[in-house]
Structures are given as structure tokens and as C-alpha cells.
């Protein structure tokens, strides 16, 4: 088995066939509902979607529209209702969930709104945390490689309350680079951050996209963010309201942030 298949469970409940080559993601008829007390709320309302390798790919839609359950649930955070959710070749549907974690700390990197480091460790203890460094054979990802990328090599020493909130969360983005993941996972990573940071943030993330190859996987609610993007999802009201193709991607020195 290629990297990311897990058991070999390509099984779909359909018969169906994903093409594991090509895509880091496919949905079928994937729909999500949170139950609470009586009430069930159907967020997502039957996605289906192919998601290329490789590819920059933007979630923009309102606040309330879906866009985090569904990266909850294209990254195996979260289980869909029903439906198919081929990513890497597994179908995270049919994994059962320490599978499901094992599939989430072997392939896939996660950077949230929110930094979260240890505050009593260096920026690099921080970023090891994010472990498999010293099985990995890719020189890309020593931490050395890692820090360059992100632009702190001279910050390696430093603790949490030493660094501004842009490098707090460019340590975090190491963090999950150090797996080496394939797909990177962000959702609003430039939410708690002023326009300088967060341009720097968003130029990293193309940098990783563009030298790595990782697929990345973007979830914002402002438009202009979202234009640096090669495909972008429109979510609304659960359903993806349009998908566009952008042959010309926006550097992020360049877009409007307000
Ligand atoms: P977005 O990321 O676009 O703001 P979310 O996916 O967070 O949207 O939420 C979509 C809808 O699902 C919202 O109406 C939200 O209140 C509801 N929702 C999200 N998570 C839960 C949950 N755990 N239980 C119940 N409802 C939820």
C-alpha cells in the first residue's frame, strides 16, 4: 500500500471507486447532522466534491454556512452521518476512530485560529511536538529546513511569550509540517492576526504549497483571503454553491485584507 491507506479500506458503501492517484480527496453524498436533546440540524446537505493532489484549495463561505464541519470531516475530526469521505485512499466513513486517529497523526497536519503551543517550551520543543521527525527521511523536514522555511531559523530558542502572535502561529505551522503531512489543514489561520502577520502567515502557506507539493486545504470567510487559492469552494447553507477554478492565484503581499 501507498502512504495513507490504512488496512486498505478503499471500501465504499456504494461499490464505488476513488482514484487514489490523483486525489487527496473525494465525497460522496456526504451529509452531516448534530443531534442535540430532539432536535437534529442537518449542516451539510450531501457534498460531493473531488479534491486534487497538490492543489491550494480555499473553503469560503459565511460564519454558520458548514465550512468547519465539513474540514472536520474531509481531515478526521469529526464523523460524516452518511456518505463516503475518501481521503488518501481510506474511506474515513467506514474507519473505525482509533483508526481514525492513527489515520490523522500519519497523514495529515492541522493549523487552527488559535496557536495553541506550550507555553513552557521552546519554538522548537513546539514544533517537535509534532513528532516523526527522527523516522523521517526527508531532509525537507528537519527542523533546521522547517524553521528556514518559515522564516525563524533565529527563533528556535524562544518561548511563546517571547515571540508576536504571527510567529506564535508560523511555530505552529512547523508543528504540523514536521510529519511531513500531505495534506495541511488551516481553519482561519490568519483570524487572530493584524494584516502584516497575516499576510506573512498566508505567504508561508503558499511557499509550503508551492516547495512541498502538500495539498492545502484553506478555510476562510473573507473573499479577498480566499483568492490566493487555485480552486475555491463556496459553501453555503451546507451545499457548495459554486466551485471555482483560479488560474491566477493572488500573492498574499498583494491582497485587500479588510
Ligand atoms: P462555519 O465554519 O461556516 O461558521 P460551522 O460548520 O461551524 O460553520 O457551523 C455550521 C452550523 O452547524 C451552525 O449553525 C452551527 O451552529 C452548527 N453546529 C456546528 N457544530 C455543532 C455542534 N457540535 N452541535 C450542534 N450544532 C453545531
Known amino acids: ?49 473531488v479534491l486534487e493532489k497538490g492543489d491550494f484549495i480555499v ?21 460524516a452521518t452518511s456518505g463516503d469521505v475518501f481521503v488518501l485512499g481510506s474511506n474515513l466513513s467506514l474507519l ?22 506550550l507555553t513552557n517550551l ?21 527542523i533546521e529546513k522547517i524553521f528556514e522555511t518559515i522564516g525563524m531559523t533565529d527563533q528556535l530558542n524562544k518561548y511563546p511569550h517571547q515571540m508576536s502572535g504571527g510567529q506564535q502561529q508560523r511555530v505552529s505551522i512547523a508543528r504540523a509540517l514536521t510529519k511531513n503531512p500531505s ?7 490568519t483570524g487572530a492576526l ?8 498566508l505567504e508561508i502557506l503558499v511557499k509550503i ?18 483568492k490566493i487559492g487555485h480552486t475555491i469552494i463556496h459553501i453555503k447553507n451546507g451545499l457548495i454553491d459554486e466551485l471555482t ?3 491566477n492565484p493572488a500573492d498574499p503581499s498583494t491582497i485587500d485584507w479588510s
Not at 465525497?27 to 430532539?38: A, H, Q, T
Not at 493584524?194 to 502567515?201: H, L, Q, S, Y
Open 1 to 49: 500500500y501507498s502512504k495513507g491507506i490504512l488496512e486498505g479500506n478503499i471500501v465504499s458503501t456504494t461499490g464505488y471507486v476513488p482514484d487514489v492517484d490523483k486525489h487527496a480527496i473525494e465525497l460522496k453524498n456526504v451529509k452531516k447532522s448534530y443531534i442535540s436533546g430532539d432536535l437534529e440540524t442537518q449542516v451539510l446537505k450531501g457534498i460531493d466534491i
Open 59 to 79: 473553503i469560503l463561505g459565511p460564519s454558520g454556512s458548514g465550512k468547519t464541519t465539513f474540514l472536520n470531516i474531509i481531515s478526521g475530526l469529526d464523523k
Open 96 to 117: 473505525k476512530d482509533s483508526h481514525l486517529t492513527k489515520f490523522r497523526r500519519k497523514n495529515v497536519g492541522f493549523i487552527f485560529q488559535q496557536y495553541n503551543l
Open 122 to 142: 521552546t519554538a522548537k520543543e513546539n514544533a517537535e511536538v509534532g513528532e516523526n521527525l527522527s523516522t523521517n527521511k526527508n531532509e525537507n523536514f528537519s
Open 183 to 189: 495534506i495541511l489543514f488551516a481553519d482561519e489561520p
Open 194 to 201: 493584524d494584516e502584516e502577520m497575516g499576510r506573512k502567515v
Open 209 to 226: 504549497n508551492r516547495e512541498f507539493k502538500t495539498t492545502m486545504i484553506v478555510v476562510t470567510h473573507n473573499p479577498n483571503i480566499a
Open 245 to 247: 477554478h483560479n488560474a
